[in-house]
């Protein structure tokens, strides 16, 4: 009988070592490499390997051509299959597409299994037959979140199982689903594979076994998957390159707000969003985000800039708050929420070299409202306003909102979709913008938005009259 070979995998990224060690060689991460069986190597992998001395066709056995199109090729678009929520068909790129792999990440309790009811119930109100499986839940608790969010009524067919043949058998006994969701995915095993349920062996074969049923039956598969302490999809090298879409949930605990955003879409556009309200009754949609992210903000405070931004094709206005405060301590402290620390690290030493703005003995603090992250280097202008707003005790003007990417050398720099942020800002009565000298703005936005061009950093750094030290 012969041996078992064994290998040794990271859980936190997927790379495979000969031997065990304490800490990853690939990713750095600590105690994430287990035991597993080895995956035996697929037919057309040993013949590519070995086989000296004959031809490719001869070593991969019995082959067929594979049909060759020209670029010019007539090419139709992918149906689709609305979920009747707006904002998460938003995201999507339209809604469902039939056969394609959906996979839903964010934090324990974010809201990924509400917002997945809400959908399958809505689908399968229209007529359409979708399959709810839990790994995780009885069908009990299920039901109770069913009642809670007022659809225990709709026709979902609901079940718990995590065995992959006892799913699959299940898809097949009753015709394909329209949708079939899976909560979630790092509980499903497989008697085939030598390795315990969560592992990366067991999410690449359950994975793939379930994508190729779904795209073979015309059914759309959603999984749901858990997230690491740093915010990532466990597995994130196996499962995001299997699927055609990646939806993380964003948000924090303290906040009712929550964004829905695609990281990858093969049918639809990248870092688009989805914002949505946490209620008593389930997850609602937010059809204006600006006004409601500027619904509480301080007006008239030091250390507030109104930010207008971009999230995928969408306008958003955000309020970004910054504190600086006189530093107790040797190495003064610098947090940021919803920001890249290292963006904000970079706008503090292009304040101190180029604008003669002296940080290094405050305490800096940076905030944005909402639980919003964001993500596109045109927040910079909106973050350094915020910072030398709190430095000066000035505050800047209610009616201005700041967009503009700043270089190392203290420049301002144009940013994309003008038009579309003044038209948002000036939708919510806001009459003035500083923004990038370099940019340009058609005649009718000039007319409802007074534009305040500034080339220098220096420039927004004198409007405060922040003085250098």
Same mark, same amino acid.
């Given at each position: 009988m012969a041996k078992t070979s064994r290998a040794f995998v990271c859980q936190a990224c997927g790379a495979v070592t000969a031997r065990w060690s304490g800490k990853c060689p690939s990713c750095?991460?600590?105690?994430?490499i287990i035991e597993e069986a080895a995956p035996s190597g697929s037919p057309a992998l040993v013949a590519i390997r070995g086989g000296k001395g004959r031809s490719a066709s001869g070593r991969l056995g019995s082959a067929r051509l594979?049909?060759?199109e020209t670029l010019a090729a007539a090419s139709i678009d992918a149906p689709r299959l609305p979920t009747g929520i707006a904002e998460l068909d938003r995201v999507l790129g339209g809604g469902l597409v039939p056969g394609s792999a959906v996979l839903v990440g964010g934090d324990p309790g974010i809201g990924k299994s509400t917002l997945l009811l809400q959908a399958a119930a809505k689908l399968a109100e229209t007529g359409a037959r979708v399959v709810y499986l839990s790994g995780e839940e009885a069908p009990a608790q299920v039901r109770m979140r069913a009642v809670r969010l007022g659809l225990a009524q709709a026709p979902v067919a609901l079940?718990?199982?995590t065995n992959l043949a006892n799913i699959v058998a299940t898809?097949?006994?009753a015709g394909p689903p329209s949708l079939v969701v899976i909560d979630s995915v790092q509980t499903l095993w497989s008697e085939a594979v030598e390795a315990a349920p969560g592992t990366i062996s067991q999410l690449r074969g359950c994975a793939s076994a379930l994508i190729s049923h779904a795209k073979g039956s015309g059914s759309t598969l959603v999984l749901v998957g858990h997230v690491t302490k740093d915010g990532q999809i466990a597995g994130p090298k196996v499962i995001e390159h299997m699927v055609d879409t990646v939806l993380y949930f964003e948000g924090l605990s303290g906040h009712q707000f929550r964004v829905l955003r695609a990281v990858k879409n093969r049918f639809g556009p990248t870092d688009e969003i989805g914002v949505f309200e946490m209620r008593q009754d389930g997850l609602k949609e937010v059809e204006n985000p600006s006004a409601l992210f500027l619904n509480d903000r301080d007006r008239g405070a030091p250390g507030t800039a109104v930010f207008a931004g971009m999230e995928g094709t969408r306008p958003i206005l955000v309020e970004i708050q910054a504190l600086v405060a006189p530093s107790l301590l040797g190495t003064p402290r610098r947090a940021v929420v919803g920001w890249d620390p290292n963006r904000l690290a970079m706008l503090i030493a292009v304040l101190e070299a180029r604008c003669g703005v002296r940080l290094g003995s405050y305490d800096v603090y940076l905030n944005v409202a909402g639980g919003l992250r964001l993500q596109e280097p045109a927040a910079d /202008?909106? %973050?350094?306003a915020a910072l030398v707003s709190s430095l000066a005790g000035q505050p800047a003007p209610e009616d201005m909102v700041y967009f503009g990417e700043v270089s190392l050398t203290g420049a301002v720099r144009a940013v994309g979709h003008m038009d579309q942020r003044l038209k948002e800002a000036a939708k919510l009565g806001f009459t003035r913008a500083t923004v990038p000298a370099t940019a340009s703005a058609s005649d009718r936005e000039a007319k409802i938005m007074r534009l305040l061009p500034?080339?220098?950093l220096e420039e /927004?750094? %004198?409007?405060?009259?922040a003085t250098s030290e």
């Open positions: 750095g991460e600590w105690n994430s594979a049909p060759l079940g718990t199982e898809l097949e006994a /202008l909106a %973050a350094a500034v080339s220098q /927004l750094v %004198a409007s405060f009259g």
